[in-house]
């Protein structure tokens, strides 16, 4: 090993050390004010944050209810003609 090469291996390794040094000092600061602004909440926000899932989720039920039907068709189509090309029968 050339001794250019060492300095470029040695140069590569403190650069990402350096990156790793910024990005957990980056991930302590953004966790130390993620800390700071759970402090500040308060009952009401849990509250509102459980109706939005809450909404969310009937949204889904809602789509998955509604679109069942033309999924299944389409996936038993889908099923049909895949057989068919392979040649299997049913």
């Known amino acids: 090993m050339e001794f250019d090469d060492m300095i470029k291996i040695g140069n590569a390794i403190a650069y ?4 790793a040094s910024n990005l957990q000092h980056d991930a302590k600061v953004y966790l130390r004010g993620m800390n700071e602004r759970m402090k500040g ?6 509250v509102e944050y459980a109706l939005l ?3 969310i ?3 889904i039920i809602a789509a998955a ?6 999924l299944k068709e ?3 189509e889908v099923v049909k003609k895949v057989k068919d090309t392979a040649g299997l029968k049913k």
């Open 74 to 76: 389409f996936f038993q």
């Open 41 to 46: 909440e308060d009952g009401a926000t849990t």
């Open 57 to 59: 989720v009937i949204g």
């Open 65 to 70: 209810t509604y679109m069942f039907d033309p």
């Open 53 to 55: 899932i809450a909404v």
């Open 16 to 19: 990402l050390h350096c990156r």
